[in-house]
């Protein structure tokens, strides 16, 4: 079956750096890539939609500016949280849909973050 | 908007049935994805409806109804791994492509 990938798998950081979270369509390309974040308890939210080769669309109430989202390839899409802060400490998923099938989006196996 | 509803928590008894509803009011919709979600793991697919009735596969089968958006998801021969959080999703169409928005997840804790 399709597999996405997700580095790092968790990461500790102070507050005031930046985090680089990658994620990657293993065996299938991805023309769409869709970032996610958990908090405890409670369910995956939507925060982007990425689209290969131009701008990602943010979900109401998720800073563009904070969360910032490339997507190069049709096998990578990053997010970037810039300038974390310890509100920022969550369980980030990403998925990724196979330009070529409709339907099931792959899940990748989630990074948590940790903002001290 | 969009509002996906299902129960916080549940209990069932290992070896036991259980169902777990999920009801929707939503614009664009394509079908009804099921999801089991360990602690600290991401979601692994269980389902996907689309027509409405009744799919079986193994100890899981999932419901859809269109007409009253309404789904479950039934498990059978209730085992301890079980216990995990399903989330019902609905795969949607708008303007820029297709999304899925998630319910708040249930809860599942199998006793034994």
């Known amino acids: 079956g399709a597999v996405v990938s997700q580095h790092p798998s968790w990461v500790i950081c102070k507050s005031g750096t930046s985090v680089k979270i990658e994620c990657r369509s293993l065996?299938?390309?991805?023309?769409?890539m869709f970032w996610y974040r958990q908090f405890p308890k409670q369910s995956l939210m939507l925060m982007a939609t990425s689209n290969e080769g131009s701008k990602a669309t943010y979900e109401q109430g998720v800073e563009k500016d904070k969360f910032l989202i490339n997507h190069a390839s049709l096998t990578l899409s990053t997010l970037t949280v810039t300038s974390a802060h310890p509100e920022d400490s969550s369980f980030y998923i990403c998925?990724?849909?196979?330009?070529?099938?409709?339907?099931?989006?792959?899940f990748g196996p989630g990074t948590r973050l940790t903002v001290l | 908007g969009q509002n996906i509803d299902q129960p916080t928590e549940m209990t069932a008894t290992e070896g036991a049935i259980v169902q777990i509803n999920c009801t929707y009011q939503?614009?664009?919709?394509?079908?009804l994805f099921w999801y089991q979600q360990h602690a600290g793991e991401a979601p692994t697919f269980l389902s996907y409806n689309v027509l409405d009735g009744l799919e079986e596969k193994g100890r899981f089968s999932s419901f859809l109804s269109r007409s009253k958006g309404y789904s479950y998801l039934l498990l059978k021969e209730l085992q301890m791994k079980d216990s995990a959080s399903y989330l019902c999703?609905?795969?949607?169409?708008?303007?820029?492509?297709?999304?899925?928005?998630f319910g708040g997840g249930t809860r599942l804790m199998v006793k034994p």
């Open positions: 999703a609905a795969f949607l169409s708008y303007n820029a492509g297709n999304m899925l928005t």
């Open positions: 065996d299938f390309q991805a023309t769409t």
């Open positions: 998925s990724a849909r196979d330009s070529y099938t409709a339907g099931e989006q792959f």
């Open positions: 939503t614009s664009g919709f394509n079908g």
